[in-house]
Structures are given as structure tokens and as C-alpha cells.
């Protein structure tokens, strides 16, 4: 392994002896505004509520598995999935994927920090508590037998069903104001990550040099800055309907519930992509290191992310097909969506062509991001079958669906956050997670999948809704949903040891040098951990690999790139 | 809407009743009693229609995969670290303009192609010409149970739709009305067609004309409250002769027996004429299902169990029973009072 | 790890952090504001009953004082790029009562509105639209005139100087936003909408 580095000093020592050392430990995570602290703030809160979501998706899967099994009531069951989808949206997949925003960004431009470390605090706490009062609902109302006051309007709260009038209880409530909260929080890291893509990058780092995930990371933030702010106002006029005595979805004043599904869906598709770039831009910078080649199309990829980030703004309405729009506006948005759908394809092609003629290492990281472009290829297909209107009329809220969105968000993002943790968990610990427990990781995550989400799609063809509680017996269902009710259980088990990976490697894990993987990147030219400050001094770049001109001096970047 | 708390004995008491209804229907699983609603099964124009697309897309996006898909595993193959592999770096490849150009005019045609076929497809579905002879139903979604009213005939009724076959001699398709009282739902019968929302204060149309005599099975598929799951759609598909037959009979007010008088009696007393109506009678009630001839029905509760006597005792004693959430209360009838009213619906053919 | 937080600057060359993280609250709040501009306009001319736009009179002075605030404030900008902390603290003080006028003419607006014609934000879609968006708008005017109250009184204590004309420049640009976002709210709801 290639140990070279830029001239830096060690990390400063701060042992103190006794139990002050806990107290101020502990206190120094609360009071932090390291961006490397709180990227790691972030990761762990995720990683809490995906075990959480997770628990709930898997009593919702018990429930499913046998028609009438009575598991759960259908009010509780309508709380379950209702948390589960708002859990992993805001709770886990937003957190978790400006967590590692958070941690690797300054580093890759070779900055100190986030351009405002305060408002990088301000922005995590106020995540963590829109989290923390979301599921107070679980204990307000009733208490936990009767599951209290949770929402369980869906996790896209149409209206009028959280109107006042139909749901008067506090879980819509509980739902608005809770993701207000959390959504200043996300807002706050999305306006940091841009300030500091252009503003804080070092001397000779030109936007064409930055690493594509810094690349990614800018957009999909530049994108959250109009994505979040429609639902935050939806949410704004919802409580106003519910506590002022607006109209705003009201039909009963000639208010449009229409209304609430255009503006939720303009906050809802861009979201979606918010979710998937971050993924991308790792995908562009492990495939790479894994295969020993530069990223294949560096200008394309930069390019189609932007592209991504402006078209996707103009395909909400795929996901309303079924609402009644004229034959004319459903056309617009088939051929929006498969334009987007474009984009994102040729993504595709590019990371096969960086393994092309490479030399390919099976390292855990390589192998989730192999299997996030596979699984990437299906969940963009079946995107692409949905964005046939015709035959969303079919599959709209059909477990059709359910399995093309969580093929996006687990078979291709959780699943490239997994190679993320393989992959930078050295820098940030100094340790290598287990290999042995990373390869059962992926390979039970990988059976567990594809072993519910292949059949989903099936039972979604066979006429199955989303959102129910049971199934008449007759329907033929129930084979399929014992079997993706089995492959979620193995999904669950593979989660686990991952944590479990996590935990133990903090003490067992074979130390990592400052550049384990021998990467190209700015980052890896810190020790690991990187000191608080991460450069002693401000590095200077010539190319888009500036690691990699150091190890081959005879054959640098800069010559080649433009 | 009443919000149930669910107290530890409530929770025994539905584990209860689910597992009864479980064990109930195991019998249907074990004899492969199947129903089917299998999108892929289409038995109307639009639903064959959209079949088509679908096989259509799901050749282009197979071939797609395919050929992706290889390259993606032979790259993996043939390019992985052999120990026999030299100690430099593989040549280091940028990129290469034709290549990336190529790969993105493709998909461009290939997604041009699909564009075009599927506009085709949009407008020939929303925009078709309507043919001589149609039916009009108009269809308001509740929570949790279909009101279906056919103005051309006067009929009002609910949750089990009639609708006459299509046959080349004589086309005849049925064009669905679409509202909402109270909040969004989506009309879904997948083998006659794709579904369509029903919106408050948005009326939406559909059309479907079936081609083949039976009956079709479907469900609300937008998500509307506590009992979305058990709001189900029958479609029964008859012959000229059956339709004609059904329509009369739907037409006559609701059967008087005196037998039952003492039932009616207290079905007009009792909250029950409120919600409910049936014709001929001062029962007028439009909240609730129309009962003028409930026992031309084969479910209650929209689908959720079989139109029985004993179910509708059940039913009448406290709805929670098979749908905790349906908007009609426990009506705290004495088990003499349930058997009469129960007789009388029963006569309600 | 040490706690101490690291002093963070911009990169060489770069532009402003202040300037730029301005930039991306305005585009934030715009698409805010957009999703009730929207509501408005989706549900113009559709409310069933009660008072229509009709009721309203343009408040054209209001306006004028509140665009008249933007100018004063880009000579406060100016004078204190300068150093004339006097001419500065002028300025400030008149941009501050331009937007108090401003607010206070809306107060007197509303109350007209919801004692004389029967408006408040529960009457009908009219009222539900009208209240938040222009209410989401003088919510905005408050918190401009907070942080300007906020710098003035810091200027009065004589601790202001022109070193910190950047951020100053950061917090006009906020107020420039407040200011000519009404543009885009009085054009929908008293011009398009009337």
C-alpha cells in the first residue's frame, strides 16, 4: 500500500486520565463544530433510525406475509408504514448522505472546514430534534399500546385526509411540524455544502478539478435549496388549514386536493434525486480506486449532473398520471421523465467503462458499488416503464411501485452508502472495517434484496395495492409475500452485522495508514483520523487527482487534462 | 371520523377476530379458490391496450438489459486483479468523445421511439371517440364503500358494479363518472382497465368495455384513511339479456314483506333510515350504502365479506367486527331486534 | 480531539462566503414565496362566496416606501464602505422607518380588511391566500427590521466601522430581497389578481 503524503504533523494529543475524560468526550461531541464531528453526528443518527424504520418495515412485512394475519390493527399498521417512509426519507436517507457530505467534502477541496462550522452544528441539531419529535408521537396521545398520536396519513400526507375534519387527532401535526423543523436543519447543510464548494476550495482547484463527488454534493444541495422549501410552505399552508381555518385544500370552500398533490410532488421528485446523487458521486469515486483507472468521462458525468439537477425539476407530474391531467400534459411528462431517465443511463455506461481494461479489486467497497450498478441499470428501467403513462395507470400504487423505488433507494443508494462506510470508515477511524463480516454483509444483503424486491415487482404485475393492511385470500397473493417477507428478515440480519462491523472494527479493525486503498484524492493525504484543522498547510493542486501526481511524478495528470 | 383507542383487551379482541378470519380463509387458499387481477389478463380495450405498451417497453428495456447488463459482468470478469498482473497502473483512460456520443444518441432514439408509441397510446385511450351506445355511471367514492348511480336508468347502488358486455355486433362501452365526498381515492379494476383517481372537487372520466362475461375484482388504490384496504370493487360483466334483467330488477322499490314488518319497523325507527335508503320506504339516508336491494349484492361491508345472514348480524351488531374504522357505529340492537331487522334486509332482493 | 473550532476563511480568489450563503437563503425563500404565488394564482377568481379582490386598493405609497427603503439602504452601503459611520447610522435609521411604514400601512390595511369587509384568512379562498402570502411577506419585513434594529443599535454603542461593510452588504442584500420579492407579491395579488 502507497504511504505517501503531503508534510503534515501528527494529531494532537489530548489524553486526559479518569472520568473527566468521559464528561469531556462526551461534551465535545455535543458542543462540536468540526465538520468531521458532525459529518459523523449525522451518520450515527442515521444509522439509529435505520434500524428503527427498519423494525417497522419488518412488522409491517409479518403483518403482510399472511391475509388476515391480525398482527397489528389497521390503524397502528397505517402508523408503521406512515413512519417507515418518513423515517428513511428525512431521518435516515437525508442525514446519513449529508453526513458523509459533511465529513468528506471540506477534505476533498482541501479546506479547513464547512464554510459556517455554527450553522453545520445548528443544522445537525436541528435534524436530530425534528427526529426526536417526530417520534415523540409515538408516546403523546394514548401511549404505546395504542401507539399514541404517530402519523399515519402516508408519508405524502394527501389532503383532505389530514384535514381537520376527517383526521382531528395531532398526527398529522406531529408529521408537519416535525419536518418543518428538520427541514431548516436540512436546509442549513445544503446552503453550507454550496458556500463552501465555491468558496472555501483550495489554491489550483478549479470547478474542473474538484472530485465529482464534491461535483455531486454541490448540486444535489444547490437542488435541496428548492426541493425542501415546497414542502416546508405546504407544510406552512396545511397547519394553516388545520388551525387557522384556511382553504388551501378545503373542498368544501372550493379548495383543490389537487393542489396538495402538485405541490408535494414538486417537493417529492426533485427530493428523490436529491437522495440518488449523493450515491452517484461515490459510486464515481470508489469505482474508480477499485479499478486503478480514472473516472471514464469526468466532463460528461460533471455535466449530466447538472443537467440532472435542472430537468428533474420538470418531471413531477409522473407520479400524478393517474389524477386526470389532459392527454397533452401527460405526454409532457413522459417525455421529461425519459429525458431525465437519459442522464442518468449514461451514468451507467460511463462507471462500466472505468472498470474497462482495469485491474478490479474485490474489496468490500467494490463489491456494494458492482451491485450498485446492476441494481442502478434495473431501478432505471423500471422507472422507465413507470414513465409510460399508459401503463402507470396500471402500476401506480401498485407493489410495482414499492419495488422500483426501493430498488432506487436501497439496491442503489443504501447500498453505494454501504461501499461509502467501507471506504472512508478508515479515514475517519483509522481502522479498516473487517473484510470477513464485510463480505457476509453483502452477500445476505444481496440475496435478501434481490429475493424481496425481484418478487415485489411481480405481485405489483398481479394487481396488489400499496397501503393496505391485508389482502383477501383469494387474491393469490400469499406465496409471493412469504417470500418477501423471508428476504426482508435476511435484509434485517445483514443491517445488523454491518453494525456490528462498525462497532467492532473501532478496536479490532487492522489499522489503515493515511491511504489505505491508495487513492487519488485530497483526503487521503491526511492521517487518519485527520487532525481537527486537516491540512497544516493549504494544499495546491494541479489536476483532478492530485494524489496521484505525487505518486507518479513522471506521469502526472496535468499533462493529459485539459 | 371516530378514532378508535385501542386498549390491551381491544388488541386481544382483533388479534381474535383476525385470526378467526385467517383460519376462515384458509380453506380458499388450500382449494386455490383464486380470483384474479392480473394486469397482464386484460379483458377491455384500454386494459389490452395498455398491455401491449407494456410488452412493448418491457422487450425494449429487456434487450436494454441485456446488453448492459453483459458488459457490466464481463467487464467484472475479464477485468479483475490478477496476482500475474504487472506492478504499474492499467493504462489510464479519460474517456473518449465517439464513444460517450454514441452511447447517448442511442438511448436518445430508443427513448424517441418509446416517447411517440406511448403519446399514441395516451391520446388513444383519454381521447377516444365515444361509440353509439355507452353507459353512464357515475361513481362517488366514500370512506370506505362505492356509490355507483346509473342517471339514465335511476338506479342507485353500491360497491358491486353491473355493466353490459362489449361484443364486435354490438360495442357498448361504459364510461365511469368519477367523484369524491370526502377525500381521494382511485377506482381500480385492473383487468378492465388502468385506474383513475377520484378526486374532490376534480370529476374524472374513465371507459372500459369488456369483452368477455364475469366477473372482475379491484380495490380503491389511493390510500383514504383507517379501511382503504377493504374497499373493494366487484365488476360483474353481463350479457344484453342479464343487464336488461338487472336493471329492472333495480328499478322496482324495495321488496315489502309483510313477514318482516316487524324489521322494517325498527330499521325506520332506529338510526338505521338515516344513513340509509331504500326506495319505497321513508328511509331516505344518503350517508350509507343504498339498501333498496341489498341482497342482490354477494359481499357487504364493500367487498370485505360474504353477504350473509350471519354476517350481517354481525355487521349490524358493530360494524369493527371485519372493518374497525367504517363510519357506521355499533347500533346496540338487542339480539331479538338484530334477527328482525336482519330477516328484513334479507328480503331486500 | 480538541474542541476549539478552527478559524475558517475563504479560499484564495474566492468569492464571499456571506455573499454566497445570502445568494442560496434568497433562492431558498423565493421558492417559498413561489409555492404561495402559486396558491394564488391556482385559485384565482375561485373562491365561492364572500369578498373578492375587488375590496382591495393598491397600496401604492406603502410601496413606494418600501422600494424607497432599498435605495436608502445602498447609500447606508456606500457610506459605510467609507467609513462615515454618521451618514451610515442616517441611512439605517431611514431605512428602518420606510420598512416600519411599510408595515404599519399593511396593519392598517388588514384591519380594514377584517373589520370593514369581513376578510380574515378563514373566510374563503380570497382571504386564505391573500393573509398568508402577503403575511409571509411582512413576516419577512419583521425579521429585516429586526437585524437592521439589531446594527443600529450596535452602530449607536459605536462599535460599527467599515470592516464590517461585507457583512453589512450581506444583510442589505436580505433586505433588497424583502423589498422587491413584494414586487412579485403586489403584482400578483392587487394587479393579476384584481
Not at chain 1, 409479518?62 to 408504514?81: D, R
Not at chain 1, 451507467?348 to 467494490?366: C, D, E, H, L, S
Request: proline share 6%; glycine share 8%.
Amino acid at each position: 500500500m502507497a504511504d505517501h503524503t503531503l508534510p503534515i504533523p501528527g494529531p494532537l494529543n489530548t489524553e486526559r486520565p479518569g472520568n473527566a475524560a468521559f464528561l469531556e468526550w462526551l461534551h465535545s461531541w455535543i458542543v462540536t463544530v468540526d465538520h468531521k464531528k458532525i459529518g459523523i453526528l449525522y451518520i450515527a443518527y442515521a444509522l439509529i433510525f435505520m434500524v428503527v424504520g427498519g423494525a417497522e418495515i419488518l412488522l409491517v412485512r409479518v403483518q403482510l406475509a399472511f391475509p388476515w394475519s391480525g398482527i397489528v390493527s389497521p390503524g397502528v399498521y397505517n402508523q408503521l408504514f406512515t413512519m417507515h417512509g418518513t423515517t428513511m426519507v428525512f431521518l435516515m436517507g437525508m442525514p446519513i448522505l449529508f453526513g458523509f457530505g459533511n465529513y468528506v467534502v471540506p477534505l476533498m477541496i482541501g479546506a479547513r472546514d464547512m464554510a459556517f462550522p455554527r450553522l453545520n452544528a445548528l443544522s445537525f441539531w436541528l435534524t436530530a430534534f425534528g427526529g426526536l419529535m417526530l417520534y415523540s408521537s409515538y408516546i403523546g396521545g394514548f401511549g404505546l399500546y395504542g401507539m399514541g398520536n404517530a402519523p399515519d396519513v402516508g408519508w405524502f400526507a394527501y389532503a383532505p385526509l389530514t384535514s381537520k375534519l376527517v383526521t382531528p387527532g395531532h398526527n398529522t401535526d406531529y408529521w408537519a411540524l416535525s419536518l418543518i423543523v428538520a427541514g431548516f436543519g436540512t436546509l442549513g447543510t445544503a446552503l453550507n455544502i454550496v458556500v463552501t464548494t465555491i468558496s472555501m476550495r483550495c489554491k489550483g482547484m478549479k470547478f474542473s478539478r474538484m472530485p465529482l463527488f464534491v461535483w455531486l454534493m454541490f448540486v444535489t444541495s444547490a437542488m435541496t435549496l428548492a426541493t425542501i422549501t415546497p414542502l416546508t410552505a405546504s407544510q406552512v399552508m396545511l397547519e394553516i388549514d388545520r388551525y387557522l381555518g384556511g382553504h388551501f385544500f378545503d373542498p368544501a370552500a372550493g379548495g383543490s386536493p389537487l393542489l396538495w398533490i402538485h405541490f408535494f410532488w414538486v417537493f417529492g421528485h426533485p427530493e428523490v434525486y436529491v437522495l440518488v446523487l449523493p450515491a452517484f458521486g461515490m459510486a464515481n469515486e470508489i469505482i474508480p480506486v477499485f479499478s486503478r483507472k480514472p473516472i471514464f468521462g469526468y466532463s460528461a458525468m460533471a455535466a449530466a449532473s447538472v443537467g440532472i439537477g435542472f430537468v428533474s425539476f420538470s418531471v413531477w407530474a409522473h407520479h400524478m398520471f393517474t389524477v386526470g391531467m389532459s392527454a397533452a400534459s401527460n405526454s409532457f411528462f413522459v417525455l421529461s421523465t425519459e429525458v431525465v431517465g437519459i442522464f442518468t443511463g449514461i451514468k451507467i455506461f460511463n462507471w462500466i467503462a472505468t472498470m474497462w481494461g482495469g485491474r478490479i479489486q474485490f474489496t468490500t467497497p467494490m463489491l456494494f458499488s458492482i451491485a450498485f450498478v446492476f441494481q442502478m441499470l434495473i431501478a432505471g428501467l423500471t422507472g422507465i416503464m413507470l414513465s409510460v403513462a399508459p401503463w402507470d395507470w396500471q402500476l401506480h400504487n401498485s407493489y410495482f411501485l414499492i419495488a422500483h423505488f426501493h430498488y432506487v433507494l436501497l439496491g442503489a443508494i443504501v447500498t453505494m452508502v454501504f461501499a461509502a462506510f467501507y471506504y472512508w470508515y478508515p479515514k475517519a477511524i483509522g481502522r479498516k472495517m473487517s473484510e470477513r463480516l464485510g463480505k457476509w454483509h453483502f452477500w445476505l444483503f444481496l440475496i435478501g434484496f434481490h429475493v424481496t424486491f425481484d418478487i415485489m415487482h411481480v405481485v405489483g404485475l398481479d394487481g396488489m395495492p400499496r397501503s393496505i393492511y391485508t389482502y383477501p385470500a383469494d387474491r393469490g397473493w400469499l406465496w409471493m409475500n412469504v417470500v418477501i417477507t423471508c428476504g426482508a428478515f435476511v435484509q434485517g440480519i445483514a443491517v445488523l452485522i454491518f453494525v456490528w462491523n462498525l462497532i467492532w472494527s473501532v478496536r479490532h479493525g487492522k489499522v489503515a495508514g493515511n491511504d489505505p486503498w491508495d487513492a487519488w484524492t485530497l483526503e487521503w493525504a491526511t492521517s487518519s483520523p485527520p487532525p481537527a484543522y486537516n491540512f497544516a498547510q493549504d494544499p495546491v493542486v494541479r489536476s483532478r487527482r492530485p494524489l496521484w501526481d505525487i505518486k507518479h511524478p513522471n506521469d502526472p495528470d496535468w499533462k493529459y487534462e485539459p | 371520523m371516530m378514532r378508535r383507542r385501542l386498549g390491551l383487551a381491544s388488541i386481544r379482541l382483533h388479534v381474535g377476530i383476525f385470526a378467526g378470519l385467517f383460519f376462515v380463509s384458509l380453506p380458499a387458499i388450500a382449494e386455490n379458490r383464486f380470483v384474479s387481477t392480473n394486469t397482464f389478463l386484460p379483458e377491455s380495450t384500454p386494459a389490452r391496450d395498455i398491455y401491449y405498451l407494456a410488452l412493448f417497453t418491457l422487450t425494449l428495456a429487456g434487450c436494454f438489459f441485456v446488453v448492459v447488463a453483459s458488459l457490466l459482468f464481463y467487464a467484472v470478469i475479464k477485468f479483475r486483479a490478477r496476482k500475474s498482473d504487472p506492478e504499474h497502473e492499467p493504462a489510464q483512460v479519460y474517456g473518449s468523445t465517439q464513444v460517450e456520443l454514441a452511447w447517448t444518441v442511442i438511448p436518445i432514439i430508443l427513448i424517441v421511439v418509446l416517447f411517440l408509441t406511448t403519446a399514441r397510446i395516451i391520446f388513444a385511450i383519454q381521447d377516444a371517440p365515444r361509440p353509439k351506445t355507452d353507459l353512464k355511471v357515475t361513481v362517488i367514492g366514500h370512506q370506505f364503500w362505492w356509490e355507483f348511480r346509473y342517471p339514465e336508468y335511476g338506479i342507485v347502488t353500491a360497491n358491486e358494479l353491473h355493466i353490459p358486455l362489449s361484443t364486435p355486433q354490438n360495442p357498448d362501452a361504459t364510461y365511469l363518472t368519477l367523484l369524491s365526498g370526502d377525500v381521494d381515492h382511485s377506482f381500480w379494476v385492473p383487468e378492465l382497465g388502468g385506474k383513475t383517481d377520484l378526486i374532490p372537487n376534480h370529476p374524472n372520466e374513465m371507459w372500459m368495455d369488456p369483452q368477455k362475461a364475469g366477473v372482475y375484482y379491484g380495490q380503491c388504490a389511493q390510500f383514504c384513511g383507517l379501511e382503504h384496504s377493504l374497499m373493494l370493487i366487484r365488476v360483474y360483466v353481463d350479457t344484453p339479456s342479464q343487464f336488461a334483467a338487472w336493471v329492472k330488477n333495480q328499478q322496482k322499490p324495495a321488496v315489502d314483506d309483510p313477514n318482516v314488518a316487524a324489521g322494517r319497523q325498527i330499521f325506520e325507527t332506529e338510526a338505521c333510515m338515516a344513513c340509509h335508503t331504500i326506495s319505497g320506504t321513508p328511509a331516505i339516508g344518503t350517508y350509507g350504502p343504498d339498501l333498496t336491494h341489498l341482497m342482490s349484492r354477494g359481499t357487504i361491508a364493500a367487498g370485505a365479506v360474504e353477504n350473509t345472514p350471519a354476517n350481517l348480524r354481525a355487521w349490524i351488531n358493530d360494524p369493527s367486527t371485519f372493518k374497525p374504522g367504517a363510519h357506521m357505529p355499533a347500533m346496540h340492537l338487542s339480539d331479538e331486534e338484530v334477527n328482525q331487522v336482519v330477516a328484513y334486509l334479507t328480503t331486500l332482493r | 480531539m480538541t474542541t476549539a473550532s478552527v478559524l475558517v476563511s475563504e479560499g484564495p480568489h474566492r468569492p464571499s462566503r456571506g455573499v454566497v450563503g445570502m445568494a442560496c437563503l434568497i433562492i431558498a425563500e423565493s421558492a417559498i414565496f413561489g409555492m404561495f404565488i402559486a396558491a394564488n394564482v391556482f385559485y384565482m377568481g375561485k373562491s365561492l362566496s364572500g369578498p373578492t379582490p375587488a375590496i382591495l386598493s393598491p397600496p401604492i405609497f406603502n410601496t413606494v416606501c418600501l422600494l424607497a427603503s432599498s435605495l436608502t439602504i445602498v447609500f447606508a452601503e456606500r457610506a459605510i464602505v467609507r467609513g462615515k459611520i454618521r451618514i451610515f447610522s442616517i441611512y439605517l435609521i431611514v431605512t428602518i422607518l420606510l420598512g416600519v411604514k411599510f408595515l404599519v400601512g399593511t396593519g392598517r390595511e388588514w384591519s380594514d380588511l377584517i373589520y370593514n369587509q369581513n376578510l380574515t384568512i378563514s373566510t374563503n379562498l380570497f382571504g386564505t391566500t391573500f393573509y398568508s402570502l402577503v403575511g409571509l411577506h411582512a413576516t419577512h419585513v419583521i425579521l429585516g427590521l429586526l437585524m437592521l434594529s439589531v446594527l443600529l443599535v450596535f452602530t449607536l454603542m459605536g462599535r460599527v466601522n467599515e470592516s464590517h461593510s461585507e457583512r453589512i452588504k450581506v444583510l442589505a442584500m436580505y433586505w433588497h430581497f424583502v423589498d422587491w420579492v413584494w414586487v412579485a407579491v403586489f403584482t400578483t395579488v392587487y394587479l393579476v389578481g384584481r
